[in-house]
């Protein structure tokens, strides 16, 4: 080749050594962006991996069920994500005065003082890691409730019929009075849709016992209240009792920050 090359016309030579410099320049530009394309993926594959592991890390849920077949409703369950959303679930009558049951579902957002303070009774309960249940076989039985709570390091489920744990009765206490709420709600909407000569009576029993302290997360069920209050087929003393409900539970929720 440096033969040929010698030959060659001096015009010719410099020709072929620019496209030779410009070969190699080429080359060695595209190694650089292979390079560069190289460590752009492995530093968005870290990035998305320490996501990941962080949401991994903030990410756990309790769960709270009751199974109690003399009761109404027989079994019903809650499961809390560290953001307060809730998915809840029961087995009951579809009204009092019927002996047919349904299995209800329903999701809502917990307040963020009650998320907050469900969080921190878990964390006071030890996350149900050791034994909550009282073993005083002379208590009368008020139904199998369940306490789980699952995080990246954790998975403990703790089963009792009464605990002396403090945190763990407020827990207990807490949960069933959302769970009278929730199940207010569900039949409110039944009788709305089917019985309304019957939402006199359930209004009533429910703003009593939201007064007497009974009911916990009011804006629960804020959706159906709000139908009853602006449905003008309803008597006005049961719009009445609905919007006093909605007040209330607006009033709780402020109270709870």
């Known amino acids: 080749m440096n033969s040929i090359q010698e030959h060659l016309p001096e015009w010719r030579k410099q020709t072929l050594m620019q496209k030779s410099v410009a070969r190699g320049f080429s080359r060695s530009s595209s190694s650089r ?18 996501c990941f592991a ?50 209800y579902h329903t999701e809502f957002q917990f307040s963020a003082g009650t ?8 964390a006071q309960s030890h996350y149900f890691g050791g034994k909550i249940d009282s073993g005083n076989r002379k208590i009368a039985f ?5 306490l789980t709570y699952h995080d990246a390091g954790r998975n403990n489920t703790a089963e009792f019929n009464y605990s002396t744990v403090a945190p763990v009765q407020q827990l207990t206490v807490l949960f069933q009075a959302v769970a009278a709420t929730l199940e207010f709600g569900r039949r409110l909407a039944y009788y709305h849709r089917y019985q309304k000569l019957a939402l ?21 069920v804020e959706p159906i209240l709000r139908e009853i209050l602006e449905d003008t087929s309803v008597i006005n003393l049961d719009r009445s009792h609905a919007q006093r409900l909605i007040d209330m539970g607006k009033r709780e929720e402020a109270a709870a920050h």
């Open 33 to 50: 962006s292979s390079e560069k394309c190289l460590f752009v993926l492995l530093l968005l594959f870290v990035v998305t991996s320490l």
């Open 54 to 103: 962080a949401v991994g890390a903030d990410s756990a849920n309790i769960i709270f069920s009751l199974d109690f077949p003399s009761s109404d409703p027989e079994h019903y369950s809650f499961t809390v994500d560290s953001d307060g959303h809730v998915k809840y679930e029961s087995v009951a009558r579809i009204s009092a005065d019927s002996e047919d049951r349904e299995t």
């Open 115 to 122: 998320r907050a303070r469900i969080f921190d009774l878990a």
């Open 142 to 146: 008020t139904g199998t409730k369940k």
């Open 200 to 220: 006199d009576e359930e209004l009533k029993r429910m703003e009593a016992q939201a007064q007497d302290n009974q009911l916990a997360e009011i804006q629960a």
